[in-house]
Nanobody, 123 residues
Framework: QVQLVESGGGLVQPGGSLRLSCAAS????????MGWFRQAPGKEREFVAA????????YYADGVKGRFTISRDNAKNTVYLQMNSLEPVDTAVYYC????????????????WGQGTQVTVSS
């Protein structure tokens, strides 16, 4: 069992930056692949980024490549999403997810989910 808690969301102007954090609890949390997804109003949940349990393999959605960076600190059982050059289209609820298998880019393939954190990009 893995529990996930996201933090770091908020309101930011276009071009700004935010760093999301996802704290994982559970005895084997560091052995899980982690992913970030987002869901905008009226849209389906979409893949953003994923990282293997050891951090040695990473995937990004095309729309965030070069702007977002996923990383993890297994000593802290925390995964991060650094978001730079934010655009209004990035406005969404961002979710952290965990699964033992990797790679995974479909939301249905992730077993554990956080409650989400709102990111709003607006002037």
């Amino acid at each position: 069992q893995v529990q996930l808690v996201e933090s770091g969301g908020g309101l930011v102007q276009p071009g700004g930056s935010l760093r999301l954090s996802c704290a994982a609890s559970g005895r084997t949390a560091s052995t899980y692949a982690m992913g970030w997804f987002r869901q905008a109003p009226g849209k389906e949940r979409e893949f953003v980024a994923a990282i293997k349990w050891n951090g040695r393999s990473i995937y990004y959605a095309d729309g965030v490549k070069g702007r977002f960076t996923i990383s993890r600190d297994n000593a802290k059982n925390t995964v991060y999403l650094q978001m730079n050059s934010l655009e209004p289209v990035d406005t969404a609820v961002y979710y952290c997810a965990a699964d033992l298998s990797f790679p995974r880019q479909l939301s249905r393939d992730f077993e554990y989910w956080g409650q989400g954190t709102q990111v709003t990009v607006s002037s």
